[in-house]
């Protein structure tokens, strides 16, 4: 008995599994979503022209092993046209603003302090009447080199009065701006190689970065400038290549952030910062680290790393 009901089975399956149960075309269709409407789907092509050119079109593409479709996002270029050209601007940009004074690299200014003497008079007699109000005894102020007598007071005949001369001191602040571009820092570095190496360790390796960082800002652009202009062939292999030369790109941004993490230790300075840069302080921090860079140095880290993103992307 159970050997018959597993032959019925078996029997069930094999007529559902059949080839010879058809559907019909119009219930097709309508089952895989192709009639939309009431209506059958009308011709594909306009003409038989066209439909000639398609197939014409079908069959190269099966010659060539060609897959993909003729609106495939695969089919895009890796790096375009513009996207070359966009990256030629920028490094050139990088190299040209390291000559440029208005992209300085090193930006602060120089605080000098003066003591002015000023002195202040009013006649004795509005003292001996109570009318002692600033207003008034700054009144008669004048700088030093005027007619008025040295020292705290001094007596003046006036009308059977004595005139109250008071002398004050001020302080002038005068800030000179200093500025200097990339070059000019690469020209003058010997100049504060000294007063850098004689500080302590965490400046030492900073001042040795540093240098590395700008001889990185003419070598990486120069390398991405050459690697546009001669990198030909195949769009996807020279993509590829162009991909391994934009990583150079990331080195400047590598040393900017150890730098940063040393100003974060500080050092002392092994020399005087008397009549230094007021950016320099009285220690070295990432204050002064970030105080001390100019717009030129941002700019030339935002080209190398605008780089090292394409790099990304590609």
Sequence with gaps: MAETDNKNQRQETQDVNSPKLSVDDDVRLR?????????????????????????????????????LRDTSNFREERISATERYILLAVSLFVLVSTFLPVTPWISGYFETRTEVAITASKPAGDAALGNDSTAALLGGATEEGSPAVEGASAPVERTGFQDLQVKKTRTRIEKTPFKLSGAQLFARFGDFSSDVFSSGIALKITGILFLFFVLLIYGVPSYIIYSILTIKGDPDAAALKLKKALRVGWFPVILWALMLVLSVAGADYGFDTTGALKQVGDGYGMSSFLGLLGSGFYISLGGCMFAGVKSVEI
């Design 31 to 67: 089952y895989i979503g192709f009639d939309v409407g009431s209506k059958k789907i009308g011709e594909l092509f306009r003409s038989g022209k066209e439909q000639e050119s398609f197939l014409t079109h079908v069959r190269e593409k099966r010659e060539r092993n060609d897959i």
